[in-house]
Nanobody, 123 residues
Framework: QVQVVESGGNWVQPGGSLRLSCAASGFSVDYYAIGWLRQAPGKQREGVGCISANDGSTYLASSVKGRFTISRDKAKNTVYLQMNRLQAEDTAVYYC????????????????WGQGTQVTVSS
């Protein structure tokens, strides 16, 4: 059974850091791109970034570039979202999702989603 499960969400003060994990099962992150998305209260879900499977290239939204990074541990079949210098505007439920193939091809190409993990940034 294909699954992705997020963890690591928490409350953090502005300027702090968190690392989210996306544990994959039923498939290998060696062959499928994984994306991170978020949804803030009252807003539409938006893409945060993605890591391709073939060469590990990462793509980040302009709003998080320079603060967030995406990485993967093939041995653990897990993808990470490292979030630094967090701001109140980063408060959201964060989701990871699997792309239909090894490439980061955009929102419409996600076929399996996690349940989400809450990140709250406030003082």
């Amino acid at each position: 059974q294909v699954q992705v499960v997020e963890s690591g969400g928490n409350w953090v003060q502005p300027g702090g850091s968190l690392r989210l994990s996306c544990a994959a099962s039923g498939f290998s992150v060696d062959y499928y791109a994984i994306g991170w998305l978020r949804q803030a209260p009252g807003k539409q879900r938006e893409g945060v970034g993605c890591i391709s499977a073939n060469d590990g290239s990462t793509y980040l939204a302009s709003s998080v570039k320079g603060r967030f990074t995406i990485s993967r541990d093939k041995a653990k079949n897990t993808v990470y979202l490292q979030m630094n210098r967090l701001q109140a505007e980063d408060t959201a439920v964060y989701y990871c999702a699997r792309q239909k193939n090894e490439h980061c091809n955009g929102y419409s190409q996600y076929d399996h989603w996690g349940q989400g993990t809450q990140v709250t940034v406030s003082s």
